[in-house]
Structure formats: structure tokens, C-alpha cells
């Protein structure tokens, strides 16, 4: 276990090594560099400041400088925020991402789960095919879509909520962004748990359970949910993508002081680093939730070995 | 709980609805496309759209780009020949929103089949050449599947300026993914059967093998998996648009129009409706003809579910 733990964090090594290479030679293949904005500097100066950043050497020399720092997990200055780092820029946004991206994922994971398991319960009858319509829509609102909407309901109309103006530490500013970005993993999950539970209650080993006079409720519970629960840990790499996605809109909407909300400014300034580091990170959490899916999967099903 | 009763039951009844050849594959696929209401509901409903957006534009008096300034943001009404009223310019909405749709279909459509023909070759060329060159080219599929794909594609669209060609490349080149890997498993089974080793009996190699025998007999799968993947490119270009980083004005996409609805909705909430409900409606209906198709033309694939 622990060996096999330390074979995929080492293995992850390459895959981030491939992202933070194609992130640098995107941007630095790109037109327009990143103090070419200030025209009125001296061109003294802006050659101290290139200097300064290191962005006089050759590409090969910056390259492996960015490596060596990545190596010590430095991200590097920022270019548009000169007196922070990338490094402080992401610990100050990522608990504020992390808490509104959890807490959806784990609200999706109850209420569509159980959504799910009941609407496969009650196959082709009115409390699955109405969950079901609903839960296709809900795929096919989009967050941007869905976040304005509960402003103009629960802030605007109803005045029961903030909108924008997040206060640290308040919850009542984080209900509506986790509802926004929760709606459609709801909805995702609410499909996938009707698929697998169909496909397990189908299944030989429940006929048998249900032919040996188990009662259908202990079925269920004891022997049915467990492997139904299957597709949904593979679904947990694409879901942190989605979250990541998510919080982009979910923090210019909101108003939210995260990670998101910097990327496109960064993009726009051609701030390097900071670009360069927040997709690393993304990278990074990918790769850690695809591992915590397979984890999951030895949990759930004993026959899997984990080598 | 007896619910679970009636499944198991259902289940071990063998399926009555087995396809007849007498109809051949794509007539067969008609007949059952046509039992299933809701996803022939789906499809007229976007042959409507289709054909409005193409035909409204041209006999409309309206264009999308000259402002009037006489009739800044009319709400919706039935006479004044604003059938949905005008944007803060004064411009037709409905005609804004048509143009809309244009954009965002022919973007899902074009990005589609980029994905696809991407992610067929890969995949069936993978799966046939086995071996050494399929170990590498999935652990290529591996590796980019642990890449942060949206934060590339922004910094693309914002690094090499926003032309409409290069937002639809981007997008279909991070699609192919699921399409190369379910292709891939389709062809490792196919490969086994007779009729692919009576073909190379009679001299048929590589590329014409594939072509001519393998991809013919992926048709049904491929046209699921583009129709399920047409959209999420259109949500993904909306997105794009909604952060800004889509088309330019005075030329707007939905999620562009979407996003300037959404900062005028306090006062004039048709702004956000109406493209919000377009791209909605857009993407419910692939949706469920994607889902239709699947049943219909890949039995098995309904109970695998998505994911």
C-alpha cells in the first residue's frame, strides 16, 4: 500500500513536469511580454526591471531556472503585483476555493446520490422520470447560467441572501455560491446513480440475495450501494476539472476574493508566473483526486489490488 | 422497498426488444429513435431552432449590429415588431439571439467533428496497431487526461487573440479524449472477429483496414459520443464567451449575451432570459438525443451510464 502510494506520487512527477513544459513554452511563444504595457518607461529601466525577472537570458536558462524554483516549491514573483509572490497570491484564494468547491461537491454527492438511488428504485414511474427530466436540465443550465438566476431570486427578490461582498469568514455569503456550483454535479451524479444502481440491482449476486428471502431494505443497504458506488469515484477526476471551472464563474459572479479570478487577469497581463503557477496547481489537483479515486476503488471493491 | 422486487424481476425477464435485421442498421435505429417520444421531441425541436436561425436573420428588417436609439431595452412585447424586445442599444433581441445560435451551433458542430476525427484515428489506431504503439499512445491519453485543459485553452484564446477559428480548434482538440478511448475499446474487440481476418486474408493492411472495416463498425458508438459531445463544446464556448474570451462585439455569442444580461437583470431581467433560455433549451435537446441515440443504436451503452 504504502509502496504503491509512493510509485503514483512518483509517477505524477512526469505528468507535471509535461504541464508546467507546455504552460512555459505557450506563453513564452506567445506575442507580448509582460512589462511591454508601460510605454512610457525608460528603456533603462525596463531592462533593469527584464533583468531583474531574468527575462534577458535565453529561453533554455529561464526554463530550468522556473524548474529548479518549482523543484523547491517556489511559483516564483508575481509580474503585475510586484510586491507578492505567486505563492502567497495562491494561499491567500485557496481555502476561500477550497471551502466553496468541497462543500459542493459533497452537497452534490448527497443530493444527487440519493436523488438517484430512489429514481432507479421507482424505475420508469413518475418519481424517476420526473427527477430525471429534471436532472437533464440541470446538465444543461450552465453555472454562469444558474448563478445570476439565484441572485435574482434568493438577493434580489426575496433579500434572504447577499450576493456579492464577501466578508471573510461569513457563511451566509457562501450559501449561494455553493448552490450555484453544486446544481449540476447534482445533476451529473443524480444520472450516474440511476445508471449503476439499475445495473447492480440487476445484477446475479442481488437475485440471489433477494431469492434467499433477504429482505429487499437490507438488500439495498448491504449488499446493493456499495458497488453502485463505482462510477461515481471515477467521476471524481473530471469533477474537480468542473469545480475548477466552476469557481472561475462562481468568483467573477460572486464577487469571490479566489484563485480563479486572477487567472484571466493574469492571462490578460501576461503575468507569467502567476499563470504558470495556478496551472500547475490545477494539474497537481488533478492528479491527487485521480489517486484519492483509486483509493476509493480499493475501498469498495475488495477484489481490486492495488499494485 | 418492494421496488427492488419489481427490478430484479424486470431484469431476469429476457429483453423483448431485440433489434430484427430486417430493417439493417440505420433503419432500425430510425424505428427506435422514434419509439422513444421525448428524444424526437428533442430533435424537432432543434430542426426549429436550425432552421429559424438560418431563415430569421435574412427576412427580419432587423441586423444585429446598428443601434436604434429610440428603443433602448424594450421588454419583450407581442406588437412594435420587437417580438422579444431590444437590447440597452436599442439592437433586435431576437435577432441578436438568432445570430446567437448560429455562433454557438456552428461552433459545436465544427469542434465536434474536429474531436471526433481526432480522437477515431487515435483511438482506432491505437486499438488495431496493439502493442507497444497502443501502451504509448493511451498513456499520452493518460497523461493529457491529467491536464488542466481550461486554464490552456483561455491563456490560448487570450495569448493568440480571439479569432473564432481558433476557439473551435482548441475546444476540439481537448475533446477527443473519451471519444479516442471508448473507439479504442471498441476496436480491440473488433479486431478479434472473423470478418477483419478474412479481410487480411485477402490482403487488406493498416490504414485500409481500418478504414474500410474497422471505423464502418464504430459508426453507431461515434455517433452517440459526437452527438453527447456537441454540448459540452457549446457550453464550454459559452463559458468562454461569458468570461469575455469568446467572439468580438457587435457580434455576440449566447454565453456573451448572457453575461452582459446578467449585469443588467435588476432592470431588465429578458436580457439574461432570453439567451440564457436558448442555450438551455440548445443543449437540453442534444442532451436528450443524445441519450435517445444511445439507446437506440448502443443498448448496452445505456446501462454503462456517463460519465
Not at chain 1, 485557496?94 to 459533497?106: H, N, Q, R, Y
Not at chain 2, 423483448?16 to 435485421?21: C, F, M, P
Not at chain 2, 427506435?32 to 425541436?45: E, G, M
Not at chain 2, 442555450?279 to 437506440?296: E, K
Request: glycine share 8%.
Amino acid at each position: 500500500m504504502l509502496r504503491y502510494l509512493l510509485r503514483r506520487l512518483l509517477g505524477a512527477i512526469p505528468t507535471l513536469l509535461v504541464i508546467a513544459t507546455i504552460a512555459f513554452l505557450l506563453l513564452h511563444a506567445a506575442p507580448g511580454g509582460p512589462f511591454d504595457a508601460d510605454k512610457r518607461m525608460l528603456p533603462e529601466i525596463q531592462r533593469a526591471i527584464e533583468a531583474r525577472y531574468h527575462l534577458n537570458e535565453p529561453l533554455w536558462r529561464q526554463y530550468l531556472r522556473y524548474l529548479s524554483d518549482l523543484a523547491h516549491g517556489d511559483l516564483g514573483p508575481s509580474f503585475q503585483y510586484r510586491s507578492t509572490s505567486v505563492n502567497e497570491i495562491i494561499a491567500q484564494g485557496l481555502p476561500v476555493d477550497a471551502t466553496v468547491g468541497l462543500s459542493a461537491l459533497a452537497l452534490a454527492l448527497l443530493l444527487g446520490g440519493s436523488i438517484g438511488v430512489n429514481a432507479a428504485l421507482h424505475r420508469n414511474r413518475r418519481g424517476d422520470v420526473v427527477p430525471m427530466a429534471l436532472a437533464v436540465l440541470g446538465i444543461s443550465l450552465p453555472v454562469f447560467v444558474i448563478a445570476p438566476l439565484l441572485i435574482l431570486i434568493f438577493a434580489v427578490d426575496l433579500h434572504w441572501l447577499p450576493a456579492g461582498d464577501y466578508v471573510a469568514g461569513s457563511l451566509s455569503h457562501l450559501v449561494l455560491p455553493v448552490m450555484a456550483l453544486a446544481f449540476p454535479y447534482t445533476a451529473y451524479i443524480a444520472r450516474m446513480m440511476r445508471a449503476s444502481t439499475l445495473e447492480v440491482l440487476s445484477s446475479p449476486f442481488v437475485r440471489t440475495a433477494y431469492a434467499k428471502g433477504l429482505p429487499p431494505r437490507l438488500i439495498l443497504w448491504r449488499h446493493a450501494l456499495r458497488p453502485t458506488l463505482t462510477p461515481l469515484v471515477s467521476f471524481l477526476g473530471p469533477a474537480v476539472v468542473g469545480l475548477v471551472t466552476g469557481s472561475i464563474v462562481i468568483e467573477s459572479v460572486f464577487s469571490l476574493p479566489g484563485i480563479g479570478r486572477y487567472f484571466i487577469t493574469a492571462a490578460l497581463n501576461r503575468d507569467y508566473t502567476l499563470v504558470m503557477g495556478i496551472t500547475v496547481l490545477y494539474g497537481a489537483l488533478i492528479i491527487l483526486f485521480n489517486l484519492l479515486a483509486e483509493l476509493c476503488y480499493a475501498w469498495i471493491d475488495p477484489r481490486v489490488r492495488l499494485r | 422497498m418492494s421496488t427492488v422486487k419489481a427490478v430484479v424481476a424486470a431484469s431476469v425477464v429476457p429483453r423483448a426488444a431485440v433489434a430484427s435485421d430486417a430493417f439493417g442498421f440505420w433503419g432500425t435505429a430510425a424505428r427506435r429513435l422514434r419509439a422513444q417520444r421525448r428524444a424526437f421531441v428533442a430533435l424537432t425541436t432543434l430542426g426549429i431552432i436550425v432552421l429559424a436561425c438560418l431563415l430569421l436573420p435574412w427576412l427580419s428588417p432587423y441586423d444585429y449590429f446598428t443601434p436604434h436609439l429610440s428603443m433602448l431595452s424594450r421588454p419583450p412585447m407581442l406588437s412594435g415588431g420587437h417580438l422579444l424586445g431590444t437590447d440597452p442599444l436599442g439592437r433586435d433581441l431576437l435577432i441578436r439571439v438568432m445570430w446567437g445560435c448560429r455562433i454557438s451551433l456552428g461552433i459545436g458542430l465544427a469542434a465536434s467533428l474536429v474531436s471526433v476525427l481526432i480522437g477515431v484515428s487515435w483511438g482506432a489506431g491505437a486499438g488495431y496497431a496493439g502493442g507497444l504503439t497502443d501502451a504509448v499512445m493511451m498513456r499520452i491519453v493518460d497523461i493529457l487526461y491529467s491536464v488542466p485543459f481550461v486554464p490552456f485553452v483561455i491563456v490560448l484564446t487570450v495569448l493568440f487573440g480571439r479569432e473564432l477559428w481558433l476557439i473551435f480548434v482548441a475546444i476540439g482538440a481537448v475533446s477527443w479524449l473519451d471519444i479516442a478511448r471508448i473507439v479504442r475499446g471498441q476496436t480491440l474487440s473488433l479486431k478479434q472477429r472473423e470478418f477483419v481476418e478474412a479481410a487480411r486474408v485477402a490482403g487488406v493492411r493498416g490504414w485500409g483496414m481500418i478504414r474500410r472495416h474497422i471505423v464502418p463498425n464504430l459508426i453507431g458508438i461515434v455517433v452517440v459520443y459526437a452527438t453527447l459531445t456537441i454540448p459540452t463544446v457549446i457550453l464550454f464556448e459559452a463559458f468562454l464567451s461569458f468570461l469575455g474570451l469568446g467572439v468580438h462585439s457587435p457580434l455576440a455569442s449566447l454565453g456573451s449575451m448572457v453575461a452582459d444580461g446578467a449585469s443588467e437583470m435588476q432592470s431588465h431581467p429578458h436580457l439574461l432570459i432570453v439567451p440564457a433560455a436558448f442555450l438551455s433549451v440548445i443543449v437540453y435537446c442534444f442532451n436528450y438525443l443524445g441519450d435517445g441515440l444511445r439507446d437506440a443504436l448502443d443498448p448496452h451503452g445505456a446501462e454503462r451510464g456517463r460519465s
